[in-house]
């Protein structure tokens, strides 16, 4: 039988359903929201990375102008219950909303000051006075697994060790294929710590109303519904006694993923007061204490014949996980062949405390593999004398030899790493290039080029994430209201999802109102992460606008006394194949299925209403790319800029090529950020040194080159709509392809570029150790 | 020392008054005393340029004028920037080259580059590169801004 | 992260100024832009309980020309100075003056304030004292010059004395057969420089007459380079750069911050004042 509608939206750039209300200033963040009563919060963070407190005076405090409360842990304790995420398990507790009888890192929250404004409750935290015992902190991650200074030595913790996986080979004749082949390569990769940085900060206006015994919350977060059941055990309420909406959230990246211990005590405080309580955290706030990424480094082990085929890959891996994880998201070591045909694996892992902000998730947390293999990768090419390119030609997958399995146990379909490689290296005009390296370098031009090929694993099946759910409505009028599980917070879900579902039921893309991010409306969903909206999400708005479809089919079919396989919807619609004068409009159905339900015969039903929870038919759904970096450093300044980028990506079926490009333009951005601008730094007392916007430098327009993309559509089977997650590949392969073409530019220096950040002293540093060794 | 100060201001063409300390920074009181909260605020110190409004028709950071400062002064913010409740050439061009994913940076960027455009009927790629760089934003990657700031440019200079 | 409350005076002529600032003492401060101040402020990192807004004092906010100076009131804005026909007869601060942020902050900061705020890295110290402005201090005995080489402590700090204003800035204008030369590195586009080289030169044939090279971001205050000016008048146009840029070096003991170790300043500096002077050396042969 062939489909009652025609595809028109779906693949289209259409313009987006959330850009009136953004454009205009009429966007709803957390921060445009008050109500009645509304006091501001403001927390005192330790400034010490470790300390006793001796004592906490708030006398001063209390009696200042507007101030009406300053909570302590002692204010708190024992006011809460349970305090985990369904998706990270009920091991990993949020920590205590302040600090209790010491601190462990710089910015840990001390005090919360609530008072009639936002300015006099920080002004009443310069009145507190805090009686620090400053100890010795431990902040340099790649030791401190080995020191026997321990941050939670307060509660009784023999290590800074939180998760110690000793070496485990994934292939038996690991030790022995080392021992035989020509080429053994090692060399350890660093990668520096940078972090999220939505341009919105945190924030929350909670509302306890006493008489209801409710909590209201307007949060800025990835996941109302999460953030809900939280709440809920958190305070032993129903789920449906706590209501989490956010209807514009200002990013996240996956900052904004799991509830923060700040968000915690804000809600304790409406709960004491019962006025609405709202804390708007400052950007001081969210670059110190906002949660941090990446900062993690491997010793990575290369087998490679003597034809260049990688035969073996190994990693010791170490990951700074801060004071207190929200999210312990660290490179996933078993993906660490990526997507080559590399047979043998081995790695270990170690998962380290310091007294330094802790780890959340961030765009591809587990990416350290990819940044670890492909900076590795130019490091062996280099060391066996084969050009980088074909050294991954060599050894990288094809779509015709799918599918295959990794020695970390992946099952690899759908993808296309060696096509998009190829496509990429045209793109640049990759030969060509080589040869205008050579003659810039006669003339003390510094050029080099970077190249990354990664497999993103979308759509994954962890604990809460593999479903996602939808309602299709159509209303009286014969207009579709889709209330979604999902948490945008900039990804265009309102227009995908509309474009998906206004092709699903023949009906104008205007006419589909998309409702998400409020918990007393929608189904439940994890949230908006890991890159698993157009899949999960998408099936879901799939599959229940084709319920509503049959819906609609069925009582026009009883209306127009035709079969519903000889209708077909378009424009709104309803019509006789063929016989195109008789037809009905969506809002004569409605009128039909809502006011005359009752002349309904009883197997046709009534209304046109459906919920449907959807799930793939098999986890992850993957997606792959390749990132194709030409750089140049000035060899006066030792400035890196960015003359060519280019991306070669396979998402599959595309629901809008513009929201996909603008996906991968963010990412990539945020990857090349990481490598040549942003760099959290602590000095080795625990103390952030780039603690402002003129200190932790994000990428302006100034420094962000052109970005050439390519598409292959390979299509995936694991859902209706063909489609691959992609959120976060961008920001995995620009890391190390910018690190690979700065180290590209310096080879000849004889420079092997294994860090970053890279930076112009970070390159200055490099070339004059590189000349010191030389001469 | 609390006193509050009467200030008068034009805010998008509407004559406003209001009773604010010294120390409130224009963008507060836009957002909180007159309720436009389309201006955001998201480093309060400068850099970012999520607040930037016109302040007599030239782009300023809202973070980094008190309100005392600006008596007197016509404000024009993003809600201002298409009165008629449809949209300026500016905003029509972001949403056509995609110029906006999340939202939070974009009344910065709308103001700032009808202030720059405004003002300079030609750029050149260059100079909406350099113009542009007063404004964070962290989803787009600034490829969908740039566009946006070269269909407005040339847009506005064929129907000028 | 909002400022310390403060009470706010907006007097509307220079005396009343130097009144307040003799009344409030160590508790005023001067407001003129604001850009460098507020941030400041808002990070409280300083607190000051009366800030005196120089704004609505018309005197301070004009531009006058005399055939060897350009006279600039201490409020006028940076981008009104760019658009400035008299300011473009001083061309080291036209060339300076669009190196500063960006052109949001450019419309709000001003020209005295940036020099009152003498910060090491910033550009219009620089200009003052390579091209040896002349600052007019205005404080309750009255006005008196101060010459920019004596005008700049370190960071932060000048030779204004306390109750004074910095009421505007004298440039000399340079006659014909010079030009001019701004060179500067930073981290991101309107960044402070890491480190920048403002240079001018007057040339007669291939003779250098005249030469003014001044660095930025490497100590605490803008360094004026003399034993680099002296080697580029003896050695004319077709002197080697490259030496002039090393003697401009030698002597500078930069600071380091989070973006740059003192060393890599002082490694780049030979090059930037190459670049800043081969500039100059361009535009007075022109």
Sequence with gaps: MSSPVAARFVGSAVHRKEDRRLLTGHGQYVADASAPRMVHAAFLRSEHAKARLNSVNIEAALSAPGVVAVYLWSDFHEKFGEAWHAMLGQELVVPPPLAIMDVRYVGDPIALVIAESRALAEDACGLIEVDYEAEQATVDYATAAADGNVVHAAWGLPSNVMVDMPFTPMSPDLDETFNSVQHVVETTIIQNRYLCVPMETRGVLASWVPGLEELDLIVSTQSVHETRNFFARYLGLDEGAVRVSARDVGGGFGQKMFVFREECAVVLATKLLGRPVKWIEDRLENLTSAGHSRNELGKVRMAISADGIIEAITVDHVADVGAYTPCPAVMDPTLLPGPYRIPRLGFSTQMVWTNTMGKAAYRGPWMFETTAREMAIDIAARQIGMDPAELRRRNLLSLAELPFTSPGGKVFQEITPLETLEQALGMLGYEEFRKEQAEAREQGRWLGVGICVYVEPTSMEQATLGTEGATIRIDSNGKVVAYLSTSSHGQSVETTMAQIIADDLGVAYDDVTVVQGDTQSTPYGPGTGGSRTAVIAGGAAHDAAVAVRDKVLAIAAHMMEAAPEDLQIAEGVIAVRGTPDRSLTMKEVATQAYTNAHTLPGDVGSGLEATIRFKPTRFPTWSNATHVCVVEIDPDTFIPRILRYIVSEDCGKMINPQVVEGQIFGGVVQGLGGVLYEDFRYDPDGNPQTTTFLDYLLPTTGETPLIEIGHIESVSTTNPGGFKGMGEGGAIGAHAAVANAVGDALAHLGVNVTSTPLGPEDIFQLVQASQKERA | ?160 | MKPSQFQHHAPERVDEVVALLAEYGDDAKVLAGGQSLIPIMALRMATYPHLVDIARVPDLSKISATPNAVRVGAMVRQSHAERDAAVATVPLLAKALPHIGHFQIRNRGTVGGSIAHADPASELPAVALALDARIEATGPGGVRFIDASEFFLSTWQTALDDGEILSAVEFPVWGAGSGFGVEEIARRKGDFALVGALAGVTLDGDRVTRACITMIGVGSTPVRCHEAEAALIAGGANADLNEIGRIAAAPLTPTHDVHASAAYRKHVSPAIVRRALTAALKEARS
């Design chain 2, 1 to 160: 020392m609390n006193d509050r100060t009467r200030v008068r201001l034009t805010v998008n063409g509407h004559a406003e008054q209001v009773e604010v300390e010294p120390r409130a920074i224009l963008a507060d009181v836009l957002r909180d005393n007159l309720g436009l909260t389309g201006t955001h605020l998201a480093c309060e110190h400068g850099v970012c340029g999520a607040c930037t409004v016109l302040i007599d028709g030239e782009a300023a950071r809202s973070c980094l004028v008190f309100a005392v400062q600006a008596e007197g002064a016509s404000i024009t913010t993003v809600e201002g920037i298409a009165p008629d409740g449809g949209l300026s050439p500016v905003q029509e061009a972001m949403r056509d080259c995609h110029g906006l994913q999340c939202g939070f940076c974009t009344p910065g960027i709308v103001v700032s580059m009808t202030a720059y455009l405004n003002t300079h009927p030609n750029p050149s790629d260059a100079d909406l590169k350099e113009a542009m760089s007063g404004n964070l934003c962290r989803c787009t990657g600034y490829q969908g801004i740039l566009a946006a700031a070269r269909q407005a440019a040339d847009r506005m200079n064929a129907s000028s």
